[in-house]
């Protein structure tokens, strides 16, 4: 399984972003799909996750109520909506396959990582 993510870019403080992350291979509309981030010389951080069919999400504490997570089977993709950002939403963003169809935060529920994306939110 490969998993591309796209999207990501420089905007400023406020705006808005949308990545994605489609997968390819042997790949299994039946696993849960969570994305990540790590900013430099920081832990990876979870930011939000979705269970197979898309009915359960759930979110990090700093990205409740502005991200969005939300999945289409029919392409393989998954989508990460990202709204009022800030400076402190700047890092590699991952995405990833989960290990069974509802995922969490713990990266090690997940098998299959993307290369990242990198979102850069000036001030």
């Known amino acids: 399984v490969q998993l591309q993510a796209c999207g990501g870019g420089l905007v400023q403080a406020g705006d808005s972003l949308r990545l994605s992350c489609t997968s390819s291979?042997?790949?299994?509309?039946?696993?849960?799909m969570g994305w990540f981030r790590q900013a430099p010389k920081k832990e990876r951080e979870f930011v939000a996750s979705i269970s197979w069919r898309g009915e359960s999400t759930s979110y990090g504490d700093s990205v409740k109520g502005r991200f969005t997570i939300s999945r289409d089977n029919a392409k393989n993709t998954i989508y990460l909506q990202m709204n009022s950002l800030k400076p402190e939403d700047t890092a590699i963003y991952y995405c990833a396959q989960g290990l069974r169809p509802f995922g969490g935060s713990d990266p090690s529920g997940y098998r299959y990582w993307g290369q990242g994306t990198l979102v850069t939110v000036s001030s």
């Open positions: 291979g042997r790949t299994s509309s039946n696993n849960a």
